[in-house]
T-cell receptor, first 117, second 112 residues
Framework: SAVISQKPSRDICQRGTSLTIQCQVDSQVTMMFWYRQQPGQSLTLIATANQGSEATYESGFVIDKFPISRPNLTFSTLTVSNMSPEDSSIYLC??????????????FGPGTRLTVL | DQQVKQNSPSLSVQEGRISILNCDYTNSMFDYFLWYKKYPAEGPTFLISISSIKDKNEDGRFTVFLNKSAKHLSLHIVPSQPGDSAVYFCAASSQAGTALIFGKGTTLSVSS
């Protein structure tokens, strides 16, 4: 499976500032996903990022708040803009790989733990 | 409205015994189900999956059972080991290339 790294692994930020999270994959992948896991909650998809096209955002998430870049097939960034304490979460990127004839598996990075004061 | 539900937030089991983690779903369009394990400070790790054309999939100590009529799946770990202590997430999707819908997770504690 693909090896996925994220930077930073954790950060503490002041409200009103922005943080950019990087996701690097050791192989070329078409589809990358960004998830958020708020304390005590399940993983929630923020957006799907395909190289060469605009990211597709899920309901409740907007580009102005979570701009995403996907400049090539091995890298993506997620920016959390104008942060508030409610943005304190673990942010994870994942990639999709074909491991079965009919289905693709998703593999996750280690996550970025963000605390907003 | 949660489409994937893990109603037990935690489960404690003795080493060597069976661990059974349960998951219910509401969307009949889901046709692929996965279990992930997550240790603190790490991302979720894929464990095992099952498609809707099967009712059982086995991989070593891990077996997933799917009951489509009840919209229920379960993960069995036999025998349980202390290293299995982690948060287990159930996830579902309706087709390849679409997002996974996750449950809230069940924290499994295996004591020696």
């Amino acid at each position: 499976s693909a090896v996925i790294s994220q930077k930073p692994s954790r950060d503490i930020c002041q409200r009103g500032t922005s943080l950019t999270i990087q996701c690097q994959v050791d192989s070329q992948v078409t589809m990358m996903f960004w998830y958020r896991q708020q304390p005590g909650q399940s993983l929630t998809l923020i957006a799907t990022a395909n190289q060469g096209s605009e990211a597709t955002y899920e309901s409740g998430f907007v580009i102005d708040k979570f701009p995403i870049s996907r400049p090539n097939l091995t890298f993506s960034t997620l920016t959390v803009s104008n942060m508030s304490p409610e943005d304190s979460s673990i942010y994870l990127c994942s990639v999709e790989e074909t491991t079965d004839l009919f289905y693709n598996e998703q593999f996750f990075g280690p996550g970025t733990r963000l605390t907003v004061l | 409205d949660q489409q994937v539900k893990q109603n037990s937030p935690s489960l404690s089991v003795q080493e060597g015994r069976i661990s059974i983690l349960n998951c219910d779903y509401t969307n009949s369009m889901f046709d692929y189900f996965l279990w992930y394990k997550k240790y603190p400070a790490e991302g979720p790790t894929f464990l095992i999956s099952i498609s809707s054309i099967k009712d059982k999939n086995e991989d070593g100590r891990f077996t997933v059972f799917l009951n489509k009529s009840a919209k229920h799946l379960s993960l069995h770990i036999v025998p349980s080991q202390p290293g299995d202590s982690a948060v287990y997430f159930c996830a579902a999707s309706s087709q390849a290339g679409t997002a996974l819908i996750f449950g809230k997770g069940t924290t499994l504690s295996v004591s020696s």
